[in-house]
C-alpha cells in the first residue's frame, strides 16, 4: 500500500457538479489535503459549521467502536446517481466523499475520509483513506496516514490508511454504511434505478454480524481466501434460517483457528461451545474477533449473539 501524504494544497469538493468530464467540474485530489479543513467538511470551520451539500445519515446496523460516539455525512456531486442496478454492491459517482467524526467524552478524537477521486480501475488512485486527528483546542485535524494511539489521552487509537483498505477492499462501492441493507429510507437518495422493496434485516442478530464482521467476512473481503465465511448480509436475505450468515457458521466445522478447543463457527444452542462467541469475547491479537480498531468488548453485541446462538 502506498500512502499518500499531501504536497499541495487541492481544490476542496463543496458545491461540486458534473462528473469527472464536465467542464464545470471540481479539481479532485490526488492526495488527501493535510488538514481537515482543507476538505470541505465544514463552510466555517471555527464555527463548525457544515458544508451545505453534505447530508447526514446513520447505518442500521452499527460498527462497534468501543463506545465512540459516531456521526456520519456523504457528499455526493450535485446531479450525479449512485448505479444501484445490483441492490448488494451500491457504486458511487466520482466525487462522492464520506465522513465520519468520532467523539468520547465530549471530545473530537479523529474524522475519517473516504473520498472517491478517480475511476481508472488502480484501487489506490481511485479510492483516498485516511483519517484526520483533532487537536487539543479543536482548531484543527491533522492527516494522519500512519495513525495514531490513545488520541487525546482516551484509550482510542486511529487506524492507518492502510489498515483501512483491510475492511474497505471487500466492499466494490468502498462504503461500508451506505447501502441498501443499511439504510432505513432511501427517499431522496438520488439511485439510478427505482429502490423497489427497502431491506428489512432478518434480525438484529445477523445485523450484527454484517456490520461488525461482513466487510472482512464476503466474497470480496480480505478473510474470504482463509475462511470461505459469508457474514455479510444481502438485500434479499431475509430468510433467517438460509441467509449466508447461517448456512457457513452453524454446525460449520473451523477451518483456521484450531486447536483451541472449539471444533465448530457456532453450535447451535450453544454458545459456550462456539468459536465465534469465543473470539467475540477476547481483547488479544491473534484471538479477538473483530481483529482491529477496537479494545473494549461489546458486552451488547455479546448478548445479542449468544441469545441468537441460543436460540437456534
Not at 46 to 66: I, M, N
Not at 68 to 80: N, S, Y
Not at 233 to 253: C, F, M
Not at 282 to 308: F, K
Request: a negative charge; proline letters at 6%.
Amino acid at each position: 500500500m502506498r500512502l499518500r501524504t499531501v504536497v499541495v494544497v487541492v481544490t476542496a469538493l463543496a458545491g461540486c457538479s458534473g462528473g469527472p468530464s464536465s467542464p464545470d467540474a471540481p479539481v479532485l485530489p490526488t492526495q488527501l489535503p493535510e488538514r481537515l479543513s482543507q476538505t470541505g467538511l465544514y463552510k466555517d470551520f471555527d464555527t463548525k459549521a457544515l458544508a451545505d451539500d453534505l447530508r447526514e445519515f446513520a447505518p442500521r446496523h452499527v460498527l462497534w467502536s468501543d463506545a465512540a460516539v459516531k456521526t456520519r455525512w456523504i457528499r455526493l456531486p450535485a446531479g450525479a446517481t449512485i448505479d444501484n442496478s445490483d441492490n448488494d454492491r451500491w457504486l458511487f459517482p466520482v466525487g462522492t466523499a464520506w465522513f465520519k467524526e468520532f467523539a468520547k467524552d465530549g471530545k473530537r478524537l479523529e474524522t475519517r475520509l473516504v473520498w472517491r477521486v478517480a475511476d481508472t480501475g488502480d484501487r489506490e488512485q481511485d479510492t483516498l483513506f485516511g483519517s484526520y486527528v483533532w487537536n487539543d483546542d479543536e482548531t484543527e485535524a491533522i492527516f494522519a496516514p500512519e495513525g495514531e494511539m490513545n488520541v487525546r489521552g482516551t484509550q482510542h487509537d486511529v487506524p492507518s490508511a492502510e489498515a483501512c483498505w483491510k475492511c474497505h477492499i471487500g466492499e466494490p462501492g468502498r462504503s461500508l454504511g451506505f447501502s441498501a441493507v443499511q439504510l432505513e429510507d432511501v427517499s431522496g437518495v438520488p439511485l439510478a434505478e427505482p429502490p423497489g422493496t427497502t431491506f428489512a434485516a432478518p434480525n438484529d442478530a445477523l445485523g450484527y454480524l454484517h456490520a461488525n464482521c461482513g466487510h472482512c467476512h464476503n466474497r470480496f473481503g480480505s478473510a474470504w481466501a482463509s475462511s470461505n465465511l459469508e457474514l455479510r448480509l444481502g438485500a434479499e436475505d431475509r430468510d433467517a434460517q438460509t441467509a449466508p450468515a447461517v448456512r457457513t457458521t452453524v454446525g460449520v466445522a473451523l477451518q483456521q483457528w484450531v486447536n483451541h478447543g472449539y471444533t465448530q463457527r457456532v453450535v447451535a444452542g450453544d454458545p459456550d461451545a462456539s468459536a465465534l462467541m469465543y473470539r467475540m469475547t477476547q481483547r488479544t491479537i491473534g484471538t479477538q474477533m473483530p481483529p482491529i480498531a477496537t479494545e473494549v468488548v461489546d458486552d451488547a453485541g455479546v448478548t445479542l449473539i449468544r441469545d441468537w446462538i441460543t436460540d437456534l
